[in-house]
Structures are given as C-alpha cells and as structure tokens.
C-alpha cells in the first residue's frame, strides 16, 4: 500500500469516526465511556495522519 493510500485510509476512518462519535452522543443509551474510548481513537488516528503527512 502506497503512503497517499494509507493516509486516505486515515482519513476516511477519521471522518467515519466523528460520524460514530456525533451519533453515540446523541444516543441516550450510549455510555459515556465508550465515546470517551471513540474520541481516543480518532485523536490516535489524527496523531497518525499528522506523523506521516510530513
């Protein structure tokens, strides 16, 4: 897999991502921790695009 494929790959999981966390946080049954865990998740991969972006 090229570098621009893996970083779209990235990205694409990061936008996925803020979608999932905008619907558990609407969801009243959701629990908090769980979306403390996706937001976690999205900051590794944010972490990740920027390291191989320079």
Known sequence: MSLNAHL???KKKH???SEAIEQ???APSMDGL???D???Q???LKEEITRLSV
């Open 24 to 26: 558990a946080q609407r």
């Open 38 to 40: 996706m937001k976690k």
């Open 42 to 44: 999205k900051m590794r």
């Open 34 to 36: 769980e979306v403390v």
């Open 15 to 17: 936008t996925d991502m």
């Open 8 to 10: 779209e790959t990235l």
